[in-house]
Each structure stands twice: as C-alpha cells, then as structure tokens.
C-alpha cells in the first residue's frame, strides 16, 4: 500500500461495545487499516470494552477473524496482522455497575490523546458519560465519539446533548454522520469551493432542480426491530440526506474549519420549508421470489414504517428559492447507487433552431460506488449534415483520474476515527445541528401518522413506487435511472 500519511498523535481509543456488530465489521478492520497506511503510530492503544467476559487473547482473536471476514485480499499479511493485535486489548466493563471501571482507568496512559468510541445504543451514553467521569477519565482533553441514531426526535436529541453536555463540552463529541467521511462528499466541497467555474451558476437563477438518491438493494435485514421503529425518514433523511442537501446547497465558508462549516450547514437546515403531504410518497418493498417483504422482514403484518421516502424539498433563502431539491432512498431497490444531480437550467434561446432544441447541462456526483463527477454537455455531431447537436458525458471516474492514489481511500470510519484523535471535528455534527434536524423532520413524521398514511407497495429490485415518478412527472421532470 502506497503510504504519503502523517502518523496522529499517540492514543489510547476505548471502544465501548468492542465485540458488537459495526466494531466487527467496520471499526476494527478500519483501524488495521490505517495501522498498515502508517498513520497509526507505534504508541497508539485500542482497548474494547463490553460487557462480556473476554481475556485479550479471545479479542484478538475475534478481531483477527474480523480482519479475514471484512478486509480485503491485499490487506491480509499475516506479521502486520499479529503486529495490530499487540497493541489491542480488552476489559470486562458494565456500563450500568462498576465492573471493569477502575481497570479500566488504570489502563490509561498519561499524556497520550484519550477517546471514547460509544458503539452502544444510545440508552447507554448517559450512563456511559456518568461514569467517565465518575471514575476520572472525562478530562478536558478526553473525546467522546457517539453514533446514530442521535435521538428519534427532538425531544430526545435533547436529551442526549443534554446528557452528554453534563461532563463534556461541545469541543469534545464527536457525532458520527458516516456519509461525511465518504470521499466523494468531501470532494463535493473541494468541487464546489475549489473550483471558480460551478459557483457563478450555483443558484436558483440557473439550477433548475437537484436530486438526491440514495439507492440500496440490501432489505433490513436482522436490523427490523430497529428499522422499524424508524424507518427510511429517521433512518437516512434526517441525517445522511439532510447532510448532502447540506453542502449542496450551503454558502462558502470562511474557511474549511469545523464552526466554519457547521454554521453553514446550519442555516441551511433552517432555512428548510416544512414539507407538503402531496410532496412526499413513502414506500414498503414486496417480496420476490428470493426474499421476504418488508413486513415479514420487521415480523409486523401491519407495520407502516417507509422502507422508501421520496419528497420534494424547499429552502427559502436567496439562492434557492424556486429551486426544487427532490431526495429520495429506499432499500430493495434496482442497484446500490448514491449520487446527486445538478440539473442547470436550459439555454434561455437555440441559435440552432427549434429542431435541435434547448439542452441543460447536468452535474453528476457520484458518492458510490465508483466514485466521480460526471458533466454532461452538449456538442455538435461530428460528421457532414449541418448542425445536428447532441449530449456528451465529461465523465471522471476518481479511480481512473488518480490511478493508484485512489485506490487507497480511507473507508469513511477510517477517516472519522483519526479525524477524533486529530481533533478535528469538521467531519462531524454539531448538537444544534442534529436538533434543528430533527425539528424540521418532526413535523413530517407527526403530519403522516396523523392522517394514517400507508405506505405505498414497490416491487424489490424497482425503482420505488410509481407515485415516486409521479412526484417529478408532475413537475415536468424525470429522476436520473437507478443503476450502478
Ligand atoms: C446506515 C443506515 O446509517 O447507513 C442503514 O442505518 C444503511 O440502514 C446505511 O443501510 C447505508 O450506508 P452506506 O455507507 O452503505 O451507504
């Protein structure tokens, strides 16, 4: 592997639920890979905590076969594997008792970056903060990283800030949107504030619409007690959506630092206009001939949690008003794609004649997979025969354009992890921002529970409903296809 990173600071990283599902899958097997990019320095420490009773042998184990199960063929080296797991151990800890805390605090090194990854469900960060600091471990310079669901809505997003607020400042937690540590959205900045030639036209003045999609094929899987509970409104559109729809349409900041960036973030939120019931169509996925329906997935026959939302969003502000943000995401559907289209307006007038007629440019950003940037243009035909006009795609593939470079690319919990320990928290979310989140999507939810809204059915491997097509055909627009 191609290594041009700067190691962080000495750690020790504390991850409470270090035996659960997203450490498996995704926080440990991340982690050896920034061990093997060099990023990680020599004196860093992981430590699991949970509530089981492991010695370190049985975790490095558990970790070992993590690595084998969810890390790619390359990264698997056998002396680079035993040298991660030396520097991992475990303790037996009860977030609601005191086992394993003082141990635990003993285990910590002086002078060395302190950080909390709570990978538990949010029932827990109370307890998990008291005894932090409890147990003297919540100093100024400790870090606490939380994971979503941030709340279910405002009143409990609050809550938890309210919680969280009681032993650590704002400076310290680090609330995960893991879409923001995709490469391609934060290349969605450098596009957009790198570069002089989007900016001028970035309005309402020459953008007709955008569109937000955010496709997967994967049903919910062994997650229906939680999904169901929240759905795809709670599930993706509060946080990962709202997020895109963020740096898509926010103001430059003065600079690319985290209160910077999250000012704008917030005002866009708050300048979002409460959604209309005709302008939001809700979905559940049938079955086919390999997989269950939606409501045997959740085991309720008569569930009307949306495993699809599409809606049609507007923001009043100067820049946007009369530019309409269409979002939409579902599971089981035609391909695992995410992207976002930018769809200028036409030329004002045809020099070439009604018959070739007006074209609009579109800007694709593709966040997965495949990451790149995709602009189509218009040119002439080649060849004799006048001036036939047709449309081209300036298509970048990121993995194309930087060759080896790109194939290195931190996975988006990779990149989060070693931003906590940086310190930065531009990557992540501020606690005004998830309320004012929440405070927009509240009223959207209460809105259909109230008029006893069903989801409407769509087949599995579709594109959603037939009245999500309609929520733009009406319009006199179309959505781009699923496809990967
Ligand atoms: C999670 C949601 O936050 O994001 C899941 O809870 C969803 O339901 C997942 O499948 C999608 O993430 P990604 O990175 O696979 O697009």
């Known amino acids: 592997m191609v290594s041009r990173v700067i190691p962080v600071d000495p750690f020790d990283l504390v991850i409470f639920g270090g035996t659960g599902d997203l450490a498996r899958r995704k926080i440990l097997p991340g982690l050896y890979r920034r061990f093997l990019s060099g990023q990680m320095p020599d004196e860093a420490r992981i430590i699991a905590a949970a509530r089981s009773e492991h010695d370190d042998q049985e975790f490095r184990d558990f970790v070992r076969a993590a690595i084998d199960e969810f890390g790619s063929p390359e990264i698997q080296i056998p002396d680079q594997i035993d040298a991660f797991l030396d520097r991992l151990s475990y303790v037996t800890v009860d977030a609601r008792g005191d086992q394993g805390w003082p141990e635990l605090a003993k285990k910590l090194r002086k002078k060395v970056v302190h950080a909390f990854y709570f990978s538990v469900g949010p029932g827990l960060f ?37 919680t969280l607020a009681r032993h650590f400042d704002e400076g310290q937690i ?18 957009r504030f790198g570069n002089i030639l989007f900016e001028p036209l970035w309005n309402a003045q020459y953008i007709d619409h955008i569109q937000i999609t955010v496709a997967e094929t994967v049903g919910v899987g062994g997650r229906g007690a939680y999904y169901d509970k929240s ?3 709670r599930d993706m559109v509060q946080n990962h959506l709202m997020q895109l729809l963020c740096l898509i349409a926010m103001e430059p ?17 708050r300048a979002l206009d409460p959604v209309e019931p005709a302008e939001i169509v809700r979905g559940q996925y049938g079955a086919d001939e390999d997989h269950a329906d939606y409501l045997a997935d959740v085991e309720d026959r008569s569930s009307r949690t949306e495993s699809f939302i599409a809606l049609k969003v507007h923001l009043s502000n100067w820049r946007w008003k009369g530019t309409p943000f269409y979002l939409r995401t579902g599971k089981r559907l035609r391909a695992r794609t995410s992207e976002i289209a930018v769809v200028f307006k036409d030329p004002p007038h045809s020099i070439f004649g009604p018959q070739e007629g007006r074209r609009g440019n579109v800007l694709v950003i ?20 006048g001036m036939r006009l047709v449309e081209v795609p300036l298509d970048m593939s990121f993995k194309e354009a930087l060759g080896p470079d790109a ?40 809105g259909w529970e109230e008029r006893g809204d069903i989801p409407r059915g769509y087949d599995p491997g579709s594109s959603g409903p037939e009245d999500a097509l309609m929520l733009m055909h009406r319009d006199g627009r179309r959505w781009r296809e699923v496809k990967a």
Do not use: C
């Not at 310079?141 to 609050?158: M, Q």
């Not at 593709?366 to 025969?385: A, S």
């Open 253 to 269: 900041p003065s600079h690319f630092d985290p209160d910077a960036v999250r000012d704008e973030k917030l005002k866009v939120i």
């Open 407 to 446: 194939e290195d690319i931190p996975d988006a919990y990779e990149r989060l992890i070693m931003d906590v320990i940086r310190g930065n928290q531009t990557l992540f979310m501020r606690g005004d921002e998830v309320e004012a989140a929440w405070a927009w999507t509240d009223p959207v939810i209460h």
């Open 126 to 162: 109370g307890d998990l903060a008291d005894r932090l600091h409890h147990y003297g471990m919540a100093d100024a310079d400790a870090r606490i990283v939380v994971e979503k669901p941030f709340g279910h809505d405002l009143a409990s997003a609050r809550e938890l800030n309210e």
């Open 174 to 191: 680090y609330r995960i949107d893991h879409y923001l540590g995709k490469e391609t959205v934060q290349n969605l900045m450098a596009v």
């Open 231 to 233: 759905g795809a409104m």
């Open 366 to 385: 593709r966040l997965q997979p495949n990451e790149g940037i995709n602009l189509r243009v218009t040119i002439k035909e080649p060849g004799p025969g």
